[in-house]
């Protein structure tokens, strides 16, 4: 007896496999859907048409629509810079993948140069920039980022950011964003994690850190 939906956790070649096996068994491909380690082209361009309608969770959207790749795209590669051999890959979900962790280096960077002066920083003052990365909706759009990321704001006791998701969906030959962004449930997994983070904590002997901790921050 067939399920409702799947939900797909594979990796790498596992993916283009789940979605052939699907195929054959008769399971729509629109009733699986793909967590982050199963949202790339990778995952899907194998299997073929099996993967048409497969729906996917991601992060970061794909495509080039975004002003921040067309930027790339025109004084980068328009200028015959970069290492990219296929150019194929721009737009790509890896491709703006590395671009959305570009933004948050650079912004880290920054924010830990407004604190520690303009100047080569050491990790640890690194370390406290993204312990304050503040990425609001208004500053990724004047990014250029607007849609290819919700927000990202990161304090020492919550590394994650906002966590804003949304789905795409694979039309055969790209992804299709076809939700709106998506807030986790804060109330019900925050706990869980803390719970788990402190049976580790107790079970290894760690200190668990303070505000005090985090900005303790070592300069040379």
Request: no cysteine; glycine share 10%.
């Amino acid at each position: 007896e067939h399920p409702d939906y799947v939900v797909l956790r594979g990796w790498g070649v596992m993916n283009p496999v789940a979605l052939k096996t699907a195929q054959k068994t008769g399971f729509p491909a629109d009733h699986i859907i793909g967590n982050v380690w199963s949202n790339s082209e990778e995952d899907v361009i194998p299997a073929g048409d099996a993967a048409k309608g497969y729906t996917a969770i991601t992060t970061q959207a794909s495509g080039e629509r975004y002003p921040v790749v067309q930027e790339i795209v025109k004084t980068v590669y328009g200028d015959g810079k970069g290492n990219l051999e296929d150019k194929s890959r721009i737009g790509s979900v890896y491709h703006n993948l590395g671009i959305v962790n570009g933004i948050l280096n650079v912004e880290a960077v920054r924010i830990a140069q407004a604190k520690f002066g303009n100047r080569t920083l050491t990790g640890d003052e690194v370390r406290w920039g993204f312990e304050h990365l503040k990425l609001d909706p208004a500053r990724v759009e004047a990014l250029g980022a607007k849609d290819l990321f919700h927000s990202i704001n990161v304090s020492w006791d919550n590394h994650e950011g906002d966590g804003y998701v949304t789905f795409q969906q694979w039309d055969g030959k790209k992804w299709n964003v076809v939700s709106d962004w998506i807030a986790p449930d804060w109330k019900l997994l925050r706990p869980i994690i803390e719970k788990s983070s402190e049976a580790y904590a107790k079970e290894k002997g760690i200190k668990i850190r303070t505000a005090e901790d985090a900005d303790a921050v070592v300069s040379n």
